[in-house]
T-cell receptor, first 118, second 119 residues
Framework: DAMVIQNPRYQVTQFGKPVTLSCSQTLNHNVMYWYQQKSSQAPKLLFHYYDKDFNNEADTPDNFQSRRPNTSFCFLDIRSPGLGDAAMYLC?????????????????FGSGTQLSVL | AQKITQTQPGMFVQEKEAVTLDCTYDTSDPSYGLFWYKQPSSGEMIFLIYQGSYDQQNATEGRYSLNFQKARKSANLVISASQLGDSAMYFCAMRPFNAGGTSYGKLTFGQGTILTVHP
């Protein structure tokens, strides 16, 4: 039944060692997002894909990259993780919402990947 | 730019009682959507309820209802008959509609409220 799947649930990496987090979806949604959530804080949007169009947030560090090879999969690459990158990383999907149609267009979240940096 | 404010870092409620979680927002967008999500300790964000700024009636979803006061820019979540399983972090979030009247869900979150339900 899982609709947005993130692997792994827990990821440990070393300082400076590249790491990739993965997300897949069975909803066929056209929009996919990556959020970073540090302990007891609100999720912060890093970037999102609208179909194949990549949209980076202005304050997302260059250290964070993303790939979306097809509709179902999206990856988050952290090129050189620092201690400050330890966080929960949440993947989410949505359909484009049409105001007149009044579809909610809510975000469906995965369970997240908890990243630790040693 | 949008801003969501949740002024209650933590709330306590007795089991079976009702509780209100506050949310105010600030936006210059003429139309937008408001959401509440629940995040238990497991980390998954669970959608609870949605309110469109153009909706005339307050949204309800089972034990959840949204007290939407557009003029005051507030969207408080009311949980009736609290259960032990309601203990979690609760986030209020907002997404604007663009000039074309569509949006694809770029949510801005508040800081969250930790709800603890006592037996």
């Amino acid at each position: 039944d899982a609709m947005v799947i993130q692997n792994p649930r827990y990821q440990v990496t070393q300082f400076g060692k590249p790491v990739t987090l993965s997300c897949s979806q069975t909803l066929n949604h056209n929009v996919m997002y990556w959020y970073q959530q540090k302990s007891s804080q609100a999720p912060k949007l890093l970037f999102h894909y609208y179909d194949k169009d990549f949209n980076n947030e202005a304050d997302t560090p260059d250290n964070f990259q993303s790939r979306r090879p097809n509709t179902s999969f999206c990856f988050l690459d952290i090129r050189s993780p620092g201690l400050g990158d330890a966080a929960m990383y949440l993947c989410a999907t949505s359909r484009q919402q049409h105001k007149q149609g009044r579809r909610e267009g809510k975000l469906f979240f995965g369970s997240g990947t908890q990243l630790s940096v040693l | 730019a949008q801003k969501i404010t949740q002024t209650q870092p933590g709330m306590f409620v007795q089991e079976k009682e009702a509780v209100t979680l506050d949310c105010t927002y600030d936006t210059s967008d003429p139309s937008y959507g408001l959401f509440w999500y629940k995040q238990p300790s497991s980390g998954e964000m669970i959608f609870l309820i949605y309110q469109g700024s153009y909706d005339q009636q307050n949204a309800t979803e089972g034990r959840y209802s949204l007290n939407f006061q557009k003029a005051r820019k507030s969207a408080n979540l009311v949980i009736s008959a609290s259960q032990l399983g309601d203990s979690a972090m609760y986030f209020c979030a907002m997404r604007p509609f663009n000039a074309g009247g569509t949006s694809y869900g770029k949510l801005t979150f508040g800081q969250g409220t930790i709800l603890t339900v006592h037996p």
